[in-house]
């Protein structure tokens, strides 16, 4: 999320553009893909942001506190990995058994297995607007504690996630440049990590994947560093690396395939 800063009353801060991403083509995916998406970060004195597909409200009125409610909008996931998404600029913003399948399942289960692609035969995942909120604490001027809730993924609007992290912020290693540096945690209930990395009896003999309940508990761990530079009052050129590794449950998924996923993208953005 953006950080809180003293704005004149009806004042805003908006920041559009385009960029391009580089990922996995879904979250434990072997096979990347490469995207082009807009950039989208604005705030406003009265605390309304809007961060990518996050957007919130900043309530406090103390300078080493953050809080307020959250909206998110989940990209959900088709056959092929891919979901709706956008960039922000600034971010805070068991095993399965083998079942007995029918011999077409079994045929389906080798053309999986020869296009790489997991996802082949299992339902897409629509994208869903989900609620929350949002709590940061200053532990030093440029070190940031990150926390969030949010709940509504899924085709069923019941998967929750909780997400903790720590940011160092502040870091300028020439003018015009600053770099921030980031880890976070985060945890889902079994009916997100069900919906987003379980295998139940019919999706098993449509897809050829072996059945698999994902409890809740650990989702993911992420690391990242995020490089801003300032070419000009209005431009600036955001470029960003993170690696992912998948956990608990979601570790073990028949459709993860690569525990740890690495992205990198970069953006244009025009101050407004």
Known sequence: MPVTN???????DMYLGLGVV???????????????LPVL????SNGVFVSGMNAGWHLSRLPLLEYGPLVSLDPG?????AGASAIGIERAVGEGNLPRLPQVAVLYNAQ????????NGLPAISRRL???????VYLAPTLRLTSSALYGAGNDHDGATFKVGLQAMGWAPAPHHAVTFEGEVALANRRYNQAFFGIDNDQSVNSGNPLYEAHGGWRDAR???RWHWTLAPSWMLVSSVEATRQLGATRTSPLVLRTTGVSVSTALAFRF
């Open 41 to 44: 970060q604005g705030q406003w």
């Open 22 to 36: 580089s990922a996995p083509r879904y979250a434990g995916a072997d096979q990347r893909r490469v995207r082009l």
């Open 77 to 81: 996931r088709d056959d092929g990995g």
């Open 112 to 119: 999986v297995l020869a296009s790489g692609n997991r996802l």
């Open 6 to 12: 003293p704005m004149p009353d009806g004042s805003g």
């Open 130 to 136: 989900q609620g929350g909120a949002f709590l940061h």
């Open 223 to 225: 690391l990242g560093a």
